[in-house]
């Protein structure tokens, strides 16, 4: 019988333990969950014509709502930006700190604790679970498994349903679910959510770090000697054994730090791949000096290279030079910079944008009169809270003659918060430069119809196609 592919996975029961990374973690638990939960429910007065949630992403108007910030579907590279000063933002983590990431904020990691610490309620600590895990299927079994499989699927869907507040107006979202008039596409996407958080972070947790997740190839080209990292000092530690061995280091072999870790991994190893470097390691063995009457640090946060100068002696170098480095720096600059574009970007954009599409079938037509006629679609954004009046004009050569469709003018009304689609007809007489010629480059300006100095707001660059082309 051939060996299988796959080895089958071996459940982690991490241990309790109490701390000041622990401590972290908690509170950055309820941070990110409090914020991811509640930003659906913020308020934002943004006048009658829009909503007033504070974060929208409102597929069916094509537009992204955030806080005061309104960013339409031409200005997708706002979003590009923070995406990108998302990732640069995870390269300079990573490169100064490991996956810090990874250890505290990521959700996964915020799930999985939160499912954690309802198993070792109901289920009792990591002896308990293990004897548990161990035994037939009793009663005392069945009831502990089915109501903390309630309990994680009450979290999954809170965690997961809380999504789709995000892509609609949650009051009225949340009545209709309550009412089960929502959406099928709401109910499909909290079944998915829901179902995959609660496989996720009850069934596969470390699996998915490890195996799904990209980052822990990624980080080692992050990460250098450096990096300030979770590490065991094993110059301080080594050989290991009871305290009663006058030749023995810090490290009694009490496992502690091995029982915590919720990726199951030894931290006296090295460093590995699945280290997500959240320090609970450090809390455990930490307990475990404070216990024996030896210095806490044995396991710690430090770099590669400091570990080579304590063992030989000397002292780590000042944590601010570890941060502060070309790299580090190199992200910075980097991700400030990527921000300040966007800033700019910001506080400089119009209200009123222009987009031109000339039709292209055919490129042009010859009238009757030998006149010859091109056609192009205007898109006229109003991005302001006031319905606007704005009046084309066309820079271009002599003979050529404006019509837009539908109107007697080239004034044109855009409500307030929309786009306008008209199409414009431009004529050039017989005989004229841009009829007899081939290609004739114009210019279209939007002017505001109500301000007499007649500025410009909006200007795009056209061609005009004679019989030439």
């Known amino acids: 019988m051939s060996e299988p592919l796959y080895a089958p996975r071996t459940p982690i029961f991490p241990r309790r333990v109490s701390g000041a990374f622990r401590t972290a973690k908690w509170w950055i638990m309820a941070v990110t969950l409090g914020i991811y939960l509640l930003t659906p429910w913020l308020r934002w007065d943004r006048g009658s014509n829009l909503p007033d949630q504070a974060v929208l992403v409102d597929i069916a108007n094509r537009r992204f709502f955030l806080f005061a910030i309104q960013i339409w579907?031409?200005?997708?590279?706002?979003?590009?930006?923070?995406?990108i000063m998302a990732g640069l933002g995870l390269f300079l983590f990573t490169s100064a700190a490991g996956r810090v990431w990874c250890g505290y904020a990521c959700p996964q990691t915020v799930w999985t604790d939160l499912f954690l610490l309802v198993e070792r309620h109901i289920e009792g600590d990591?002896?308990?679970?293990?004897?548990?895990?161990?035994?037939?299927?009793?009663?005392?079994?069945?009831?502990?498994?089915?109501?903390k499989w309630i309990c994680w699927a009450v979290i999954s869907l809170l965690t997961g349903g809380g999504w789709v507040f995000y892509f609609a107006d949650a009051p009225a979202l949340l009545h209709d679910l309550v009412t089960l008039t929502a959406h099928p596409v709401a109910w499909m996407t909290i079944l998915v959510l829901t179902g995959t958080t609660f496989i996720f972070a009850g069934f596969m947790r470390e699996q998915i770090c490890i195996y799904a997740c990209p980052w822990p190839r990624i980080q080692a080209a992050l990460m250098d000697e450096d990096t300030i990292t979770?590490?065991?000092?094993?110059?301080?530690?080594e050989p290991r054994g009871k305290r009663s061995e006058t030749t023995r280091g810090d490290c009694i072999d009490c496992m502690a730090c091995v029982n915590v870790c919720p990726m199951g991994i030894d931290i006296r190893d090295g460093q590995q791949m699945a280290?997500?470097?959240?320090?609970?390691?450090?809390?455990?063995?930490?307990?475990?000096?404070?216990?024996?009457?030896?210095?806490?640090?044995?396991?710690?946060?430090?770099?590669?290279?400091?570990?080579?100068?304590?063992?030989?002696?000397?002292?780590?170098?000042?944590?601010?030079?570890?941060?502060?480095?070309?790299?580090?720096?190199?992200?910075?600059?980097?991700?400030?910079?990527?921000?300040?574009?966007?800033?700019?970007?910001?506080?400089?954009r119009s209200e009123v944008d222009l987009a031109v599409s000339p039709v292209r079938n055919p490129l042009f037509v010859t009238l009757s009169d030998g006149s010859i006629r091109n056609a192009y679609e205007l898109r006229l954004r109003n991005m302001s809270g006031d319905d606007r009046w704005l009046r084309l004009a066309i820079d271009g050569p002599a003979g050529l003659q404006p019509s837009v469709e539908g109107?007697?003018?080239?004034?044109?009304?855009?409500?307030?918060?929309?786009?306008g689609l008209v199409r414009l007809y431009l004529t050039a007489a017989p005989g004229s430069e841009p009829a007899a010629g081939a290609l004739t480059d114009l210019e279209f300006r939007l002017q505001d119809a109500g301000d007499p100095k007649g500025g410009s707001v909006a200007a795009v660059k056209a061609a005009f196609h004679g019989s030439g082309s």
């Open 73 to 83: 579907p031409h200005e997708f590279y706002l979003v590009a930006g923070l995406l």
């Open 230 to 237: 979770v590490a065991y000092r094993d110059w301080r530690g």
């Open 275 to 348: 280290c997500i470097t959240c320090g609970l390691c450090i809390d455990a063995c930490d307990d475990t000096m404070d216990r024996i009457g030896r210095p806490r640090g044995l396991i710690g946060y430090l770099a590669l290279s400091d570990e080579r100068l304590e063992r030989a002696g000397g002292g780590p170098n000042p944590v601010w030079t570890r941060l502060f480095r070309p790299r580090t720096s190199l992200y910075a600059a980097l991700w400030a910079g990527v921000g300040a574009a966007l800033i700019a970007a910001l506080l400089l």
């Open 126 to 147: 990591r002896n308990a679970q293990i004897r548990l895990h161990r035994q037939a299927w009793t009663a005392e079994k069945v009831w502990k498994r089915l109501l």
């Open 407 to 419: 109107t007697g003018g080239l004034d044109i009304l855009v409500a307030a918060n929309a786009t």
